[in-house]
């Protein structure tokens, strides 16, 4: 009797249930009805809100360091001399890398923390912080990063990543460019 009390307790509970009512409760009708801003540039799940500078306190009191950030090219010896076939420039859409050295004097090289995305750079250590956007999109898999203890300076090379739309002359038909599909 007491079996059969439940059953009919349950039966009446899930009676005028339906296959939407499965799984979690849906989210209140206020959160869900976002209306879009016809003016705005982008919507809000296009942006990306992983991004790692976007965690960095703004109220942080470490010190910025100093740092240099250059671009490298990758020169043979045509290029350096001027060969009419070749087609490398001096300018940076030449450039195959990053070069980012930071100068963290009295830090140990065990208290450094460094996290690098294809467009953002951190670097941490008990006295230092160093948060930029990258202005070119780098593969930070294929990175490279070396610390000089002597000089107490990080020195971080990441290689840059063309998007498929990149048409400078000096990369049309090298395999060697690195492509953004080939890192998606």
Known sequence: SQKKEEEMEEKQRTSHMTPGDIGPAPAPAEQKAKKKDPNAI???????????????????????????LRYRQDIKT?????????????SSMSCRQLIIKVDMPGTKFSTVK???????????????????????????????A?????????????????????????????????????FQ
């Not at 203890?149 to 739309?165: A, F, H, T, W, Y």
């Open 78 to 90: 045509d290029d350096a001399l001027g060969a009419p076939w070749s087609v490398q420039d001096n």
């Open 114 to 144: 460094l996290d690098v995305t294809r467009t953002e750079f951190l670097v941490q250590a008990p006295k230092y912080l160093l948060a930029l956007p990258l202005s070119e999109s780098v593969n930070p898999d294929k990175g490279n």
């Open 146 to 182: 070396k610390w000089d203890s002597d000089k107490d300076v990080l020195e971080v090379i990441l290689p840059i990543v063309r998007g498929e739309n990149f048409a400078h002359y000096s990369m049309l038909d090298d395999p060697d460019c690195p492509k953004m599909k080939d």
């Open 42 to 68: 982008w919507d809000e799940e296009e942006v990306d809100e992983q991004n790692i500078l976007s965690k960095v306190d703004k109220n942080d009191k470490r010190v910025k360091p100093k740092y240099d």
